[in-house]
């Protein structure tokens, strides 16, 4: 399902509204909304909404887990940083204690860092399997989502859930969960914003498949959700 709006303001108005409703949702069938967050800058005004009263206050915050899709390893005041793009539009503005927000640290080595958040999911969903209720993800131009970069073993790891990514491109390490983890959830919501992303949008949903890692979003038991801006759809 693709849904096309004005621009990105009513997209993350959209997308924030969605999140209150499934987390209502989760929480009254389950009794917890568990979401990963996605990084990158799209996602920011989306945070920033589920932040305003309005929204903020339809959500029963003492039963949300968040977690993260994927983080750079870079200290957490650095503007690269996914939980502190996340800290400063989202989780210092809602009622969360630290027990229920779950960063990946990779502070030191990566590969470590990936095996004990994959160890931090498994006993988080324990004894059930680590299905989030919501994964959030935005697309790189190249095709990629999450950490899953094109040209590197991530996107075909499919044994563990989590996993770390280095490329000679960046001076940082990244952690991932894989397409197994992303295709268990009950929902995925991509965002995508902006001109720049109409090409790869377009190849990514109308091209030939298994050219781009976010083509290997599909979630198995769960359903997919694109909302894009009309910028972004222009192809
Ligand atoms: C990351 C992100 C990444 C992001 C896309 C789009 O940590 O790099 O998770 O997958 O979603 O690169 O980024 P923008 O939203 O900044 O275009």
New binding site residues.
Partial sequence: MIRVFADLERLSQAAAELIAGRAQLAIEQRGRFCMAL???????STYQQLAQPLLRDRVPWSRVHLFW????CVAENDP?S?LGMARKALLDQVPLTPEQIHPMACANDPWTAAAAYQRLLEEFFSPGEIRFDLVL?????DG?????LPNTPAPQENRRLVTAVQTSREDFA?L?LTIPAINLARLVVF????Q??AEILHQVLRGPQGQYPAQLVAPGKGEILWLVDSDAAGQ
């Fill in positions: 996605s990084g990158g800058s799209t996602p920011r899709g994927d983080e750079r690269r996914n993800l935005g697309l790189g131009e990629h989502t999450a950490s899953l990244r991932t965002l995508v914003s902006g720049r992303k």
